[in-house]
C-alpha cells in the first residue's frame, strides 16, 4: 500500500489549498481515509476523516466549517480542501488509510503517505 499526497505550500492566511492524497492499493473503496497534521514540536493530530464510501465524515472542532474531506474511488484518490486558513494550520499533512480505524488517532491507522508541508503566513 502506497500513499502519495501533493498540494501543499505556502499562502497567506485567508487563502485555500486543496490537497490529494493518491492511493495505491486494491480495492480502495472499501478503506476509510483520514489526514492528520503534525507541527513542529506537536505530536500528530487527527484533522479529518471519510468512511469508505464518503457518506460520512469526521472533523476535528479547529477545522469544522472550514475543511472538507471528500474522496473519487474510481481514482484512488482523497481530498481535503481547506479554506480560509489560519497560520496555526501551519504543519505537516498526511493522508492515512484504514480498513476499519479503532480510533481518529495515528494508531488507529495502518498506512500512511510521506506528508505534504502547508505553511500558512499571517
Known amino acids: 500500500v502506497q500513499l502519495q499526497a501533493s498540494g501543499g505550500g505556502l499562502v497567506q492566511a485567508g487563502d485555500s489549498l486543496r490537497l490529494s492524497c493518491v492511493a495505491s492499493m486494491r480495492a480502495f473503496s472499501r478503506y476509510w481515509m483520514a489526514w492528520f497534521r503534525q507541527a513542529p514540536g506537536n505530536e500528530r493530530e487527527f484533522v479529518a476523516r471519510?468512511?469508505?464510501?464518503?457518506?460520512?465524515?469526521y472533523y476535528t472542532d479547529s477545522v469544522q466549517g472550514r475543511f472538507t474531506i471528500s474522496r473519487d474511488n474510481a481514482k484512488n484518490t482523497v481530498y481535503l480542501q481547506m479554506n480560509s486558513l489560519k497560520p496555526e494550520d501551519t504543519a505537516v499533512y498526511y493522508c492515512a488509510a484504514n480498513l476499519r480505524p479503532i480510533a481518529n488517532t495515528p494508531r488507529g491507522y495502518n498506512y500512511w503517505g510521506q506528508g505534504t508541508q502547508v505553511t500558512v503566513s499571517s
Open positions: 471519510i468512511d469508505w464510501s464518503g457518506g460520512s465524515t
